[in-house]
Nanobody
Framework: QLQLVESGGGLVQPGGSLRLSCAAS????????IGWFRQAPGKEREGVSC????????NYADSVKGRFTISRDNAKNTVYLQMNSLKPEDTAVYYC??????????????????WGQGTQVTVSS
């Protein structure tokens, strides 16, 4: 089975930090571009960040630039999203997803084929 499992979500106050993890099993992440997406109730799914399969290129939505950092630990086959200076508008279910092997990063969610179940991030005082 090919699986992606997100963890690390929770409730945090504005200005706080969380680190989300996306653990892969059944395949090796370094062959795949992996993206983080989020979706809040009543809103469209939004691309947050993407790491190329080579690990050389990172991409961030304007709304999170300077606050979020995507990274990968090859030994653990895990991708992380470090989220700092969190804002209420960051509240959403966060998903990690991969494209097909060797495919580049994309901002289109329908171009991603493997998805995790999501983890809830709530930023509230």
């Amino acid at each position: 089975q090919l699986q992606l499992v997100e963890s690390g979500g929770g409730l945090v106050q504005p200005g706080g930090s969380l680190r989300l993890s996306c653990a892969a099993s059944g395949f090796t992440l370094d062959y795949y571009a992996i993206g983080w997406f989020r979706q809040a109730p009543g809103k469209e799914r939004e691309g947050v960040s993407c790491l190329s399969h080579s690990g050389r290129s990172t991409n961030y939505a304007d709304s999170v630039k300077g606050r979020f950092t995507i990274s990968r630990d090859n030994a653990k086959n895990t991708v992380y999203l470090q989220m700092n200076s969190l804002k209420p508008e960051d509240t959403a279910v966060y998903y990690c997803a991969t494209r097909r092997r060797w495919d580049p990063c994309s901002w289109y969610s329908r171009e991603y084929v493997y998805w995790g179940q999501g983890t809830q991030v709530t930023v509230s005082s």
